[in-house]
């Protein structure tokens, strides 16, 4: 580095750790060919159980074509499964396979290896999340 990260201001060295840390975190889902949106995707789905995709791209606050793209690409690769929805056969439900609880769950690893949990930090970064901005 050109000069020594303790002397940046501290947006700059947030900033900079949270690209360090997605990269390196990124990354590793690759290696488990889990995209980062995919990762997201199946977490909102494990802890909401199965759903529609609308549902899914709400919680990830992304567009629902977004999400369908993302959960396209789970489904090639047998992470997710589309069935029709029992009670309104335009919608489908998406539902996670074992093979995509068995990547969420080296994902929750290896999250912890490229950023092991700390309690303080942990409750900095939900106060500058949760501020409001005037």
């Keep these: 580095m050109e000069e020594h990260a303790a002397a940046w201001p501290l947006g700059r060295l947030l900033a900079a750790a949270a690209r360090r840390v997605e990269r390196d975190w990124d990354e590793r889902l690759r290696e488990i060919g889990l995209p980062h949106a ?27 074509q977004t999400m369908s793209r993302t959960l396209e690409r789970l489904e090639r690769d047998g992470l997710v499964e589309r069935s029709p929805h029992p009670d309104d056969r335009r919608r489908r439900v998406v539902t996670v396979t074992d093979a995509g609880r068995a990547a969420w769950d080296t994902a929750k690893h290896i999250e912890r290896e490229v950023l092991p949990e700390d309690e303080r930090l942990r409750e900095a970064l939900v106060a500058i999340v949760g501020k409001r901005i005037p």
Excluded: K
């Excluded at 199965?50 to 990830?60: E, F, N, S």
């Design 38 to 64: 995919g990762l997201i995707a199946i977490d909102i789905l494990i802890r909401t159980g199965p759903t529609g995709a609308d549902t899914v791209a709400r919680a990830a606050r992304v567009q629902p």
